[in-house]
T-cell receptor
């Protein structure tokens, strides 16, 4: 059973709106990464947070932003939604940025 | 140079057969190579991982073979079972696993 919980599981938004996705990691997991997985493709790295600071970013525009909180929860915010933002958004957590990340089941975002 | 190539795109194997999935990378800074298994509606789950200082790692029916000079690695699933039917992703990361680069995935179907 995964120790990473994501909410909501599904979400439908209109183009131009803003969305916040949430992730709750296992206690002690001070590293969280967010990934975007388009249908039929592998996950793409958005960014990583380590001890509440952004620790690396993939090739995503600034309208993708995040936060990590002391209670091992985190958020992914996306502004000005575009149709191409429709995807499964995954968070993955670990301890001290070491491999062996645990993924959540994801949030399926549909932009119409 | 950040790309990870994966083949085949899909694979059909009879129950009890061997499933083989291959991956190749270019970035010599990669030093951690995990395989993930993903069922529909779920996030990827870590199956097995290897570091480049060993050429093979076995865990139960799953084996990773790693060829550092060729920059290739593969997953072998022995005695494949219908329950193994899923999408498999290879991935690679550099120091501290900050940014996993995933392959495009292989959809495995094991026929009963």
């Amino acid at each position: 059973e995964t120790g990473v919980t994501q909410s909501p599981t599904h979400l439908i938004k209109t183009r131009g709106q803003q969305v916040t996705l949430r992730c709750s990691s296992q206690s002690g997991h001070n590293t969280v990464s967010w990934y975007q997985q388009a249908l039929g493709q592998g996950p793409q790295f958005i960014f990583q947070y380590y001890r509440e600071e952004e620790n690396g970013r993939g090739n995503f525009p600034p309208r993708f932003s995040g936060l990590q909180f002391p209670n091992y929860s985190s958020e992914l915010n996306v502004n000005a939604l575009e149709l191409d933002d429709s995807a499964l958004y995954l968070c993955a957590s670990s301890t001290d940025r070491v491999g062996g990340y645990t993924f959540g089941s994801g949030t399926r975002l549909t932009v119409v | 140079q950040q790309q990870v190539k994966q083949s085949p795109q899909s694979l059909i194997v009879q129950k009890g057969g061997i499933s083989i999935i291959n991956c190749a990378y270019e970035n010599t800074a990669f030093d951690y190579f995990p395989w993930y298994q993903q069922f529909p509606g779920k996030g990827p789950a870590l199956l097995i991982a290897i570091r480049p200082d060993v050429s093979e790692k076995k865990e139960g029916r799953f084996t990773i073979s790693f060829n550092k000079s060729a920059k290739q690695f593969s997953l072998h699933i022995m005695d494949s079972q219908p329950g193994d039917s899923a999408t498999y992703f290879c991935a690679a990361s550099d120091n501290y696993g900050q940014n996993f680069v995933f392959g495009p995935g292989t959809r495995l179907s094991v026929l009963p």
